[in-house]
């Protein structure tokens, strides 16, 4: 069966600090990816996607940024942590064209 | 580009007592329509969803959800609540075509009360 792995579980992060959240798929292969952010009260927005090995794409331009060096393997990075960054990071996959499925979550606090 | 619209940041509910979570969808196109469940501090898990056929979608843990086309809502419902229903729930809407992005709404945070 598929299974997706977060971690760090939670971090804590001081401002200008770099970043690094790794997500893996198994059971499956050529999976779309996607990172999430949840912010304290709010919804989720979605961050970046990618269909396949290097190909990523934003949605929204801000201080963070996304690879994917391997098929099931999906990295959030950041150079400089910023207050904002804060919130509850989620990796998410899909195969067949419908649903995703959700990771668990990295909580980040960014002081 | 889809919208997703949930009236209620949080309902109170006693347990046992029904209840129905509302969801506003906006789009120029046909979608599919999701129901997302996330206990504290998990991820995201779904719940049901309307890809096609019958307007009444069952789910899991006794949950259903209506698709009204000409009202563009998808209100989900479960005719008697417990204490572990106690969550956040999300609706989402992709088009039924193309790429696979869902578009969430703001979520529901649903109380059961004793």
């Known amino acids: 069966s598929q299974t997706i792995h977060q971690w760090p579980a939670t971090l804590v992060q001081p401002v200008g600090s770099p970043l690094s959240l790794e997500c893996t798929v198994e059971?499956?292969?050529?999976?779309?990816l996607y990172w999430y952010r949840q912010a304290a009260g709010r919804g989720l927005q979605l961050l970046f996607y990618s269909v396949g090995i290097g190909q990523i794409s934003s949605e929204v331009p801000q201080n963070l940024s996304a690879s994917r060096p391997q098929d099931r393997q999906f990295i959030l990075s950041s150079k400089k942590l910023l207050l904002s960054d804060s919130g509850f990071y989620l990796c998410?996959?899909?195969?067949?064209?419908?649903?995703?499925?959700f990771g668990p979550g990295t909580r980040l606090t960014v002081t | 580009a889809q919208s997703v619209t949930q009236l209620d940041s949080q309902v109170p509910v006693f347990e046992e007592a029904p209840v129905e979570l509302r969801c506003n969808y906006s789009s120029s196109v046909s979608v599919y329509l999701f129901w997302y469940v996330q206990y504290p501090n998990q991820g995201l898990q779904l719940l049901l969803k309307?890809?096609?056929?019958?307007?009444l979608v069952k789910g899991i843990n006794g949950f259903e959800a209506e698709f009204n086309k000409s009202q563009t809502s998808f209100h989900l419902r479960k005719p008697s609540v417990h204490i572990s229903d106690t969550a956040e729930y999300f609706c989402?809407?992709?088009?039924?075509?193309?790429?696979?992005?869902?578009?969430f709404g703001t979520g529901t945070r649903l109380t059961i009360i004793p």
């Open positions: 998410a996959w899909n195969v067949v064209p419908y649903e995703q499925y």
């Open positions: 059971g499956t292969s050529n999976p779309n």
């Open positions: 989402a809407v992709r088009a039924n075509f193309g790429n696979e992005k869902l578009t």
């Open positions: 309307y890809l096609s056929g019958s307007t």
